[in-house]
Structure formats: C-alpha cells, structure tokens
C-alpha cells in the first residue's frame, strides 16, 4: 500500500503541473491563439534542445545499438492496443464510421512522450528520459503511418509521412548521427559536457532550454483539457475506450514487452509508457484526419481524469 501511495503522490505532482494551464484557460488568461504559439515553441524549440541533449549526454553509438528494443517496445503498445481495438469494433455497433475509426485510434495511440516523461523523470532522472526519448522512435513512425491510416481510412500520404522529419525527429537524427561519427572517429561524447569548451557551452545552453519541456507541455495539456466539454463523458464507448486503453492493454501489452531484451530500468520506463492515458493530440489529429471528435475529447478528458488512479495502481503492479 505504501508503494501504491508513493506513486500516487508522484502521479498527482506531475497531473499539478497542468493546473496553470487549466487556471490560464478558465480565467481567460490565455486563448486559443496563446495555446497554439506556445504549443508551437515547445514542438519547434524547447522539445528538440531536450531530445538532443539527452541522448548525446546519456547515450553512445554503442549504447543506442544494444538499445533497439526501446522503439520496437512503443510499437508493440501500439500494435496491442490496435489488435484490442479491432477485436472490440468487431463485436460492437457503432453510431457511424467515423465513430468507430476514433474508437480503434483511441486504442491504438496513447500519450507515449510528455505525459510519462514527468514520470520517468521522478522516478529514472535524465537516463530514463534518454531513454524514453530514444523509444519515441519507434512510436513517431507507429503513429504517423498505422495512426494515419486507422483515423482516415487510408494509407498515410506524403503530409503525414512528413511528419518523420518534423523538428523533434530531425533533433533525434541529428543526435544519432553525431554519436555515430564520434564513434567512427574515436571521439569521446563526453566533449558535449566537457567544461571551458565552446561545444559544451552550446550543449548546456540548449540543455536549459530541454529542461522547460515537461512543465511547458503539462500546461499545455492542461490548457487543452480545459478546453474539452463534460457532456462527451455520457457515451458508453468513451467509458469503454477509457478502461480498454488504461487497463486491458496495458495488461496485454506488458507481458508482451517482457518478451523484449531490455534492461531493467528500460523495461520500467516501457511499463510507464504503457499504462498511459491516450494522446491529447489526438484532439489535433480529428481535426485533420477525420473522426468523431465528442468521442476523442470524452477519451481524453476521461482517460487523464482516471489515470490519476488506474496509473499508480498498475505501476505498483508491474514494476
């Protein structure tokens, strides 16, 4: 019981942090406009700095080598939550189609990156958020083309494919990249943290501007739930899809991911990424892809609202 109230008190910490967000929205302290600018800073600025600096910091070719079970875990999650999701639309009646494809995305795609990474961060420090980082990987090209192609009904196009070289994916191949020539040139990473030096001072300055990433995002998050509706909780398929998403495949998917060659604390990470609620961009995604929106707003307000309990519970039970 202890444990379970430990990481209860770490879940509600990290759920804390997106009360500025909600305060900002239900006080008109900042609109729709001031959302999406600061949304845009995160996804163009503060979120890169902090995926480079982590995985050239914690990682080395090597390292990122024996590490290739972390995206292949993110995909699984996926894979499982799409097969659960399928499995269910099989059996159920739906309203209409674009219902039912929201349904099978809601499944499918969870919040894999800012929501655990407040977690990771409390529990594993800068090592399980390199790591964290690093299985992302496998989760962006999950997203983008099984994702895309779940909520529209179509093969991923050119735009969503696109997607694979936004700024924080292209911050992640160019860490990749600098670790690979490093190691081909016999060059130590530790020259990023090196003091008195030019490239570890541009390293630590990009290194405080990754630090902002997991309080700016949970503001947004709470900015963006705050802009959700109460009814859309009415509907069956919004509770359903809620305890699918943060019960019965997390409960699928982590024996599953045991199966996987990872190292214990990437294994503890993997879990945390699993029993998430699902993504609040999937808000993002109806309104480009389609879908039923009332159902995806409903998920996502719900599933963030009983994370609160269902994520301590489980981690208390997996980890």
């Known amino acids: 019981m202890s444990m379970v109230f430990s990481l209860f008190i770490i879940v ?46 914690k990682f080395t070719w090597r390292e990122l080598l024996r590490a290739w079970p972390l995206p292949a875990a993110t995909v699984i999650i996926m894979l499982v939550g799409y097969a659960v999701g399928r499995l269910v639309c099989w059996r159920l009646r739906f309203p209409g189609e674009a219902h039912r494809r929201a349904f099978l995305f809601q499944t499918t795609v969870n919040n894999y990156s800012f929501f655990p990474m407040g977690l990771v961060a409390q529990l594993y420090g800068p090592e399980g958020v390199a790591a964290l980082i690093f299985s992302t990987l496998g989760a962006e090209a999950a997203m983008w083309t099984l994702g895309v192609m779940t909520l529209s009904g179509a093969p991923p196009g050119k735009a969503a494919l696109k997607h694979l070289l936004s700024p924080a994916l292209l911050a992640l191949y160019a860490s990749l990249a600098c670790l690979a020539v490093f190691d081909a040139a016999g060059i130590d990473p530790a020259v990023f943290t090196a003091r008195g030096t030019a490239l ?42 809620s305890l699918l998403r943060l019960v019965g495949i997390p409960l699928l998917a982590v024996p599953a991911l045991r199966m996987l060659p990872l190292e214990p604390m990437h294994a503890a990470v993997m879990i945390i990424v699993a029993v998430m609620p699902v993504s609040i961009a999937s808000l993002m995604f109806s309104e480009v892809y389609g879908g039923d929106k009332a159902l995806m707003g409903g998920s996502v307000l719900l599933t963030h609202v009983l994370a609160l309990l269902t994520v301590p519970l489980l981690l208390a039970l997996l980890l």
């Open 12 to 57: 509600a910490c990290v759920f804390l942090m997106m009360v500025p967000g909600y305060a900002a929205i239900r006080r008109a302290w900042m609109g729709s406009e001031g959302i999406m600018s600061l949304s845009r800073l995160m996804i163009n600025v503060i979120y890169p700095c902090l995926i480079f600096t982590s995985v050239t910091e």
């Open 200 to 241: 570890a001072t541009l390293h630590g300055t990009a290194k405080a501007i990754g630090a902002c990433t997991v309080p700016v995002a949970m503001i947004i998050g709470g900015a963006r739930i705050a802009q959700l509706v109460p009814d859309d909780l009415r509907t069956a398929h919004v509770w359903l899809v």
